[in-house]
């Protein structure tokens, strides 16, 4: 899990390990978002690796939370959220968080995974927004010197292959593949585009300075939380709310 964090401070341990060295709670912290993770025991009085669990604490910006459960979850090969004792485990959750069950504890899970995978769809979308625009503008633009029609419908045909992979990506929840193809899909859009786009004797320079960007991809990044596309055809931006409230994360442990 922390593996997965942008910039992570170095983990402290509020509880160190003693003589049971399953037992502790660590911190860290990534940018704006706080991350506490507790190991316990919660069935076969810890003599088992099994019978252990982990608590994961989640403080920061909704967009920060649910990427790192995104990516978590992508990563996992089994559903964090499942127990492999669950009448121990309820009885665990029970006497320490009395207002959450099992049930309640997926829905949390999931909410999270839910608002990534929405915003992709969104981001995605805007996209395919974009290329429509940029092809209406294509149609009615002729050659110029620095402009070619026919190496611009190259570009707008790599924009929709891109399209495809991103989709692809998203159903197969891999997060830095979608935004890999975003990527080449903004880029192919500037190159389509008859007002940003240069194929022949314009220097690179110029090409930078009026450069639009079609969208700031800023997934790990609190301040932003939407999808930037104002300077592009005037689509509109993309806004997610802040106001998820705060949950608590349990998740088991499968090493045997």
Same mark, same amino acid.
């Given at each position: 899990?922390?593996?997965?964090? @942008? &910039?992570?401070e170095?983990?402290?341990?509020?509880?160190? +390990?003693?003589?049971?060295?399953?037992?502790?709670?660590?911190?860290t912290?990534?940018?704006?978002?706080?991350?506490?993770?507790?190991?316990?025991?919660?069935?076969?009085?810890?003599?088992?690796?099994?019978?252990?669990?982990?608590?994961?604490t989640? $403080?920061?910006?909704?967009?920060l939370?649910?990427?790192?459960?995104?990516?978590?979850?992508?990563?996992?090969?089994?559903?964090?959220?499942?127990?492999?004792?669950?009448?121990?485990?309820? /009885?665990?959750?029970?006497r320490?968080?009395?207002?959450?069950?099992?049930?309640?504890?997926? &829905?949390?899970?999931?909410?999270?995974?839910?608002?990534?995978?929405q915003?992709?769809?969104?981001?995605?979308?805007?996209?395919?927004?974009?290329? @429509?625009?940029?092809?209406?503008?294509? /149609?009615?633009?002729?050659?110029?010197?620095y402009?070619?029609?026919? /190496?611009?419908?190259?570009?707008?045909?790599?924009?929709?292959?891109?399209?495809?992979?991103?989709?692809?990506?998203?159903?197969?929840?891999?997060? +830095?593949?979608?935004?890999?193809a975003?990527?080449?899909? @903004?880029?192919?859009?500037? $190159?389509?585009? +008859? $007002?940003?786009?240069?194929h022949?004797?314009?220097?690179? $320079?110029?090409l930078?300075?009026?450069?639009?960007?079609?969208?700031?991809?800023?997934?790990?990044?609190?301040?932003?939380? @939407?999808?930037?596309?104002?300077?592009?055809?005037?689509?509109?931006?993309?806004?997610?709310?802040?106001?998820?409230p705060?949950?608590?994360?349990?998740?088991?442990?499968?090493?045997?």
């Amino acid at each position: 899990l922390i593996s997965l964090l @942008e &910039n992570p401070e170095t983990p402290t341990f509020t509880a160190p +390990p003693s003589y049971n060295e399953q037992k502790w709670t660590l911190e860290t912290t990534s940018g704006q978002l706080k991350l506490t993770i507790t190991s316990d025991s919660y069935w076969g009085f810890g003599l088992f690796n099994s019978g252990y669990l982990n608590t994961i604490t989640l $403080e920061g910006p909704i967009n920060l939370r649910s990427r790192i459960i995104y990516d978590l979850t992508s990563a996992l090969a089994y559903k964090p959220w499942e127990f492999k004792h669950l009448s121990s485990a309820r /009885k665990w959750v029970k006497r320490k968080f009395p207002g959450l069950d099992e049930k309640k504890n997926q &829905n949390n899970w999931l909410e999270l995974i839910e608002y990534s995978n929405q915003r992709f769809q969104e981001i995605i979308q805007v996209m395919k927004e974009a290329r @429509e625009k940029v092809s209406q503008k294509v /149609k009615i633009t002729e050659s110029t010197e620095y402009w070619n029609k026919q /190496k611009a419908d190259v570009s707008l045909a790599a924009a929709d292959f891109d399209l495809e992979l991103a989709k692809g990506a998203l159903a197969d929840n891999n997060a +830095p593949a979608v935004e890999r193809a975003i990527a080449r899909i @903004e880029a192919s859009l500037i $190159e389509a585009d +008859p $007002e940003t786009g240069v194929h022949d004797n314009e220097q690179k $320079e110029d090409l930078e300075k009026q450069r639009i960007i079609i969208s700031e991809i800023t997934m790990d990044d609190g301040n932003h939380s @939407e999808v930037n596309v104002d300077s592009i055809n005037q689509i509109n931006s993309v806004s997610f709310e802040e106001d998820i409230p705060f949950v608590d994360l349990t998740i088991d442990s499968e090493q045997e």
